[in-house]
């Protein structure tokens, strides 16, 4: 059976499809590499910074319970004191803040990209439908997100006990030293817990990321059909494109038809060829094809040249050399220079007025053969 009567998604997500998931906001992400990456810099914030911020923290306890008899005089001046040590606390803490800060912003581009859009945040009421939300609940994605919950869960816990359990010893000694180094030591022994913790959530967020990338590829793929019909979306049907070269035909012929009643003269075939020549002295280099066709069309340039008292010359080698070898709005080859000039010094030797349909005219064409339709 084929994929596209089973509806398989076996078809790699064509580049339209991507740019247009991105706008709806639906690009790979992996929450658990955010979360592992913010928190490991913090760790590391915390660990490079940490004896500057004790102390800095120290310093500010301090000075926060050092008691000023003037604020008994002006108590207004408490509020001034708040906001002072506020900000002392800021600019304390302010680097770890700025690279957790960092790391939040970085994260999400590690896979998948940034990405910002608007369509995410307009409201979809099919989310607050009951139904459709309990089918959320007990399906296979909420479950894999239930088991992707426990295994962290049980990764981070397993850490955290093995850590505390391997130091046991020195939370028994806490009990039996002084209060200041017991402070010390609980306080260093937590932060190392919580660095190994960190290292099994990073753990977790290298199993989960991969996962992350694989599950979106998996859900952008398309079927057979799908990657058909968006080619012909994007190429355009066949009919519609025939349509439309028609269109840009006859759009093409018509411009050409207003060229023939400023034309200097139409060398025919005289019945199969026809085509309009003019020359600007002093403006164009050499003389131009301005309309040509055959058939038909050679029929409609001569009526037209007629209406406008274009001259009609008969040369028949002529025109069917100027037919086939000069495109539409070109200068005619040097080699028919001689011939063409022939036929325009024939023109001008006619006065204004003459009749202006004439007899057939010989000119010279090189490697010109007689025409079977003159």
Not at 42 to 48: A, D, K, Y
Not at 108 to 132: C, D, E, T, V
Not at 218 to 231: A, C, N, S
Request: proline content about 5%; charged content about 20%.
């Amino acid at each position: 059976m084929s994929g596209d009567s089973t509806q398989d998604k076996t078809e790699k997500a064509t580049p339209k499809r991507e740019r247009e998931a991105r706008k709806k906001g639906n690009v790979a992400r992996s929450r658990e590499l955010s979360t592992a990456l913010t928190v490991g810099v913090s760790m590391i914030g915390i660990i490079s910074l940490g004896h500057k911020l004790a102390g800095q923290g120290l310093a500010l306890m301090r000075e926060s319970l050092r008691f000023d008899a003037a604020l008994l005089e002006d108590p207004t001046r408490v509020i001034g004191m708040l906001f002072l040590r506020l900000s002392d606390a800021l600019i304390a803490i302010a680097p770890l803040l700025g690279a957790s800060l960092l790391a939040a912003l970085i994260a999400p581009a590690l896979i998948g990209g940034w990405n910002f859009s608007a369509q995410a945040f307009q409201p979809q009421f099919s989310r607050i439908n009951p139904l459709k939300g309990l089918a959320r609940m007990v399906s296979s994605t909420a479950l894999v997100e239930l088991g992707k919950s426990l295994l962290k869960f049980s990764v981070i816990g397993a850490v955290g006990w093995l850590y505390i359990w391997g130091h046991r010893n020195d939370l028994m000694e806490l009990a039996r030293i002084d209060t200041a180094s017991a402070i010390a030591q609980a306080l260093s022994l937590s932060l190392w817990c919580l660095v190994w913790m960190t290292g099994g959530l990073m753990l977790v967020a290298a199993v989960d990321a991969p996962y992350q990338w694989w599950k979106h590829s998996k859900e952008m793929r398309m079927t057979k059909k799908e990657v058909r019909d968006e080619m012909k979306e994007s190429d355009g049907r066949p009919e519609v494109k025939a349509k439309i070269r028609q269109l840009q035909h006859q759009m093409a012929r018509a411009r050409m038809m207003e060229k023939v009643a400023g034309a200097d003269v139409v060398i025919t075939n005289p019945t199969h060829y026809a085509v309009a020549i003019k020359y600007s002295a002093g403006k164009m280099r050499a003389p131009m094809v301005v309309a040509k066709g055959a058939g038909v069309i050679a029929a409609a340039i001569r009526e037209l040249a007629t209406q406008h008292k274009v001259a009609l010359v008969s040369a028949p080698p002529l025109a069917r050399a100027l037919y086939r070898s000069v495109e539409l709005d070109k200068e005619i080859p040097s080699q028919l220079y001689q011939a063409v000039a022939a036929v325009l010094t024939y023109l001008y030797q006619l006065k204004a007025g003459a009749a202006r349909t004439t007899p057939d005219f010989t000119a010279p064409v090189p490697g010109g053969e007689p025409d079977p339709d003159a």
